[in-house]
Nanobody
Framework: HVQLVESGGGLVQAGGSLRLSCAASGRTYAMGWFRQAPGKEREFVAAISARGGSTAYADSVKGRFTISRDSAKNTVALQMNSLKPEDTAVYYC??????????????????WGQGTQVTVSS
């Protein structure tokens, strides 16, 4: 069983930046980030393949967010720039220990972190 621990959330003004990190307790392959705003369903943000060669982003964050990973350290990061109030949500790290790449579907991930709050003020 793999445990995921996120860090880096916080309060930032619109236009600012935050960097989220996620550390896995064991080896993982596909990894991704999802978010859930109050009263809304959890949604896909970004995904990265096992070796980092493939990435995908939600249209709403494309060009502003960048996902990256250090496979040797079993970590994944999400660099968030030009943040907007609508980015406010709890951000969750997700991982799978079998699939090379899981993409946008939550069903492609076996493990989830506890979430970290990101709040963007206007």
């Amino acid at each position: 069983h793999v445990q995921l621990v996120e860090s880096g959330g916080g309060l930032v003004q619109a236009g600012g930046s935050l960097r989220l990190s996620c550390a896995a307790s064991g080896r993982t392959y596909a990894m991704g980030w999802f978010r859930q705003a109050p009263g809304k369903e959890r949604e896909f943000v970004a995904a990265i393949s096992a070796r980092g060669g493939s990435t995908a982003y939600a249209d709403s964050v494309k060009g502003r967010f960048t996902i990256s990973r250090d496979s040797a350290k079993n970590t994944v990061a999400l660099q968030m720039n030009s943040l907007k109030p609508e980015d406010t949500a709890v951000y969750y790290c997700a991982a799978d220990e079998r699939r090379i790449y899981s993409g946008r579907s939550m069903n492609g991930y076996d493990y989830w972190g506890q979430g970290t709050q990101v709040t963007v003020s206007s």
